[in-house]
């Protein structure tokens, strides 16, 4: 266990809504990020950061937006929710790039109808 | 960009058997390389790290290699149990921020 919660952990919304999904962690980790999973494409990040206030985009980052504005906090946010971002989507920590070891949140389920 | 790729897709063994997951990547200047573990429906679970200046880790009946010049690492696995069932996953991180994963191999150990 490395200190992360995700939360929620299962939601069901329907097209054109905002969600807001968060990652807290308790080990005062400087980079987190945030991953998509589906069938056949394996795991993908969206947006990284790697301090306060400071993102930046990652290989899948369209329709996507984050915000870090305490270290232990991570969101992400649909502005406007979409049937192809029905995913698994996954918070990770790491104390640094690179040399560092990524540890992983529990994931949320995410259906958009 | 670091393209990963696991071999098989899928094995299934029985218990007992020692066996060897493989994972190959295209960019040799890669900074580390991470194996996971990932249950159904649950999160990755961080197996091993290996640094670009390492050559192996172990831990338990586990141990990953990393050939930089022949872009390969493996995960062994020594007399495999049904709890070792999972699918587990090899990721590279070569630059920029992400760790690039593998689709991943799906274990099945039979008692």
């Known amino acids: 266990d490395a200190g992360i919660t995700q939360s929620p952990r299962h939601k069901v919304t329907e097209t054109g809504t905002p969600v807001t999904l968060r990652c807290h962690q308790t080990e005062n980790h400087r980079y987190m990020y945030w991953y998509r999973q589906d069938p056949g494409h394996g795991l993908r990040l969206i947006h990284y950061s790697y301090g306060v206030k400071d993102t930046d985009k990652g290989e899948v980052s369209d329709g996507y937006s984050v915000s870090r504005s305490k270290t232990e906090d991570f969101l992400l946010t649909l502005e406007s929710a979409t049937s192809s971002q029905t995913s698994v989507y996954f918070c990770?920590?790491?104390?640094?790039?690179?040399?560092?070891?990524?540890?992983f949140g529990p994931g949320t389920r995410l259906t958009v109808t | 960009k670091q393209e990963v790729t696991q071999i098989p897709a899928a094995l299934s063994v029985p218990e007992g058997e020692n066996l060897v997951l493989n994972c190959s990547f295209t960019?040799?200047?890669?900074?580390?390389l991470q194996w996971f573990r990932q249950d159904p429906g649950k999160g990755l679970t961080s197996l091993l790290l290996i640094q670009s200046s390492q050559r192996e880790q172990t831990s338990g009946r586990l141990n990953a290699s990393l050939d930089k010049s022949s872009g390969r690492s493996t995960l062994y696995i020594a007399a495999s149990q049904p709890g070792d069932s999972a699918t587990y996953l090899c990721a590279g991180y070569s630059s920029g921020y992400a760790l690039n994963f593998g689709k991943g191999t799906s274990l099945l150990v039979t008692p």
């Open positions: 960019d040799s200047a890669i900074y580390n």
């Open positions: 990770a920590i790491s104390a640094g790039q690179g040399y560092y070891e990524q540890y």
